[in-house]
């Protein structure tokens, strides 16, 4: 089903972006094609496959295949310090589109796993767990 930018219901803060906002209502979101039924992750301003503008936002059902993974030793600013070392991944959700998201320590490609989420300072990030 097709969502607004921002549902208004008060829930979530006023101004987020369509992918933030999901996540903050524990759901993944991604960019659907009106015209041909493309999936994309990220927001785009014509369809990647056939150039169509009839794009909207769709809720995921959260269930993924791991792409890629890589474990970060290094925290890229002081706010995930205290979550060195973290495993991220890159995530074929069953609806096409590919998103980053973290996940739990041991994932590897190849492995089954459905969206979490989780709270760091001011916002709700994505964290992947096994099936």
Do not use: K
């Not at 209502?25 to 785009?44: F, H, P």
């Not at 056939?50 to 970060?72: I, M, Q």
């Not at 998103?99 to 300072?121: L, T």
């Amino acid at each position: 089903m097709p969502i607004s930018a921002n549902s208004g219901d008060g829930a979530v803060p006023e101004g987020l972006h369509p992918y933030a906002e999901g996540l903050e209502a524990a759901c993944v979101r991604y960019q659907s094609c009106g015209d041909c039924g493309a999936a994309q992750s990220l927001e785009r301003h014509a369809c990647q496959r056939c150039g169509g503008v009839r794009l909207s936002w769709r809720d995921a059902a959260g269930r993924a295949t791991v792409y890629a993974v890589t474990e970060v030793a290094r925290a890229p600013d002081d706010s995930f310090r205290a979550l060195v070392p973290y495993t991220l991944v890159l995530a074929t959700l069953d609806e096409g589109p590919r998103v980053m998201g973290h996940a739990e320590p041991g994932v590897v490609i190849g492995d089954r796993v459905r969206a979490g989420f989780f709270r760091h300072g001011e916002r709700t990030l994505l964290r992947f767990q096994r099936e």
